[in-house]
């Protein structure tokens, strides 16, 4: 089916989404992290962008479509890590416990994340309303 590959490679899909909910609970549990993480990618972007032009008028008047691409750019690879952590996680868990565990305990973590990250944002709205 795959014949586009030199090489073949098995993807279990309990692995997929196991890693895909460890990630999930990782980038709601560490969401301030992953704001900073977003914010210095989207610095790092629009830095690197500016070496590219020449004519400081040209700079300006792309200025605000340029950002927001690099917005959009950085919210995007701001996930890589989490992918990475959540796989990692994924991993440990099914070598320590076995096979069957990574997906619940991943769902669980989801849960857990899900319910600081309403907390987090509650604790926010109140915050402003004074």
Request: aromatic share 18%; with cysteine.
């Amino acid at each position: 089916m795959f014949e586009i590959f030199p090489f073949d490679f098995a993807l279990d899909a309990t692995q997929v989404a196991g890693t895909s909910l460890w990630s999930l609970a990782c980038y709601w549990a560490f969401s301030p992290l992953n704001d900073w993480f977003m914010l210095r990618l989207q610095q790092w972007f629009n830095f690197a962008e500016r070496s590219l032009y020449l004519s400081q008028e040209e700079f300006d008047r792309t200025k605000v479509g340029r950002e927001s691409q690099n917005a959009f750019a950085a919210s995007m690879f701001s996930i890589v890590p989490f992918f990475i952590f959540g796989g990692l996680l994924n991993y440990t868990v099914e070598q320590t416990l076995g096979s069957s565990w990574p997906v619940s305990l991943g769902v669980i973590g989801c849960m857990v994340g899900g319910i600081y990250e309403l907390g987090r944002y509650q604790q926010d709205e109140d915050g402003e309303e004074e």
